[in-house]
């Protein structure tokens, strides 16, 4: 059974109808990546996933459970995490409580605690930096923050929103080498959102190309990045 199933859904801003019914299932597991151009709905798709930009037709669907109308603090209990686009971390916090605000609907102190440990030891920096206010780190550290602290819910599944927007080439390898470890090592499910389709093909299984709010491909990452249109379209010809 898949883990997420997200059954045509439909999704307006006003008038506006930014998602045409899109259907995508993610396994336990998997890296599953959705590519596609500005606009083309990406964001909006994982919004709708967490009840932030609700579906108005279509179903999300989490272990076999309607998690569609469900408000987004208890899709984060359900194990659906996203680490939204443009980082926003809590600029005026220090990286230890961003991390603690990241469990804030957990009660298990013990587990936060190794969590906590966890995140620590997968980015060093972090450590470093424990008592630092957020706003004053590095775009790269900021993103590294922004995972950390959907980590520390405890995602069953990881929603990432572009981690690799806005930094420099060596912090892009820096940040997918962290989408793989948590998925081979961890074992943690994601779904990943990027505009580097090449570099998201590269770490993902398999994908989806959106386009106008339709997904107009998809399949095996390895087969995506060698079809022709999608070259063309998405992977700089
Ligand atoms: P990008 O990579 O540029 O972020 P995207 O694929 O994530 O693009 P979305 O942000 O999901 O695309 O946007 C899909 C469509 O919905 C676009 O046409 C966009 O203009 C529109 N849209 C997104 N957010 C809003 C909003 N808050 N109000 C009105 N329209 C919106």
Redesign the pocket.
């Known amino acids: 059974m898949s883990l997420l199933v997200v059954n045509d859904i439909h999704t307006y801003?006003?008038k506006?109808h930014?998602?045409k019914g899109i259907s995508l299932e993610v396994n336990e597991g998997e890296v599953v990546t959705?590519i596609?151009?500005?606009?083309?709905?990406?964001?909006?798709?994982?919004?709708t996933i967490c009840s932030i930009?609700p579906a108005a037709e279509g179903q999300v669907i989490l272990n076999g459970q309607d998690i569609t109308a469900m408000p987004p603090h208890e899709i984060v209990k359900a194990g659906v995490v996203q680490s939204p686009?443009g980082r926003k971390v809590f600029t005026r916090l220090t990286v230890r409580e961003n991390l603690e605000m990241g469990a804030f609907v957990r009660n298990d102190s013990r587990g936060i605690q190794d969590d906590l440990e966890d995140v620590f030891e997968r980015f060093p920096r972090l450590k470093e930096r424990e008592h630092q206010l957020a706003g004053t780190m590095s775009g790269g550290e900021q993103q590294m923050l922004a995972i950390g602290r959907a980590l520390m819910a405890r995602p069953r599944i990881l929603l990432l929103?572009?981690p690799s927007m806005g930094l420099a080439p060596l912090l892009v390898k820096q940040i997918f080498d962290v989408v793989r470890y948590l998925n081979e090592t961890n074992g943690t499910t994601i779904l990943l959102?990027e505009?580097n389709a090449l570099m998201a093909l590269e770490v993902a299984h398999r994908g989806y190309v959106?386009q106008?709010?339709r997904i107009s491909h998809e399949g095996a990452a390895a087969a995506l990045k060698n079809d022709t249109a999608i070259i063309e379209a998405y992977l700089g010809g």
């Open positions: 801003y006003g506006i930014a998602l959705l596609g151009g500005n606009g083309a709905g990406k964001s909006t798709t994982l919004n930009t686009e929103d572009e959102v505009q959106l106008s709010g």
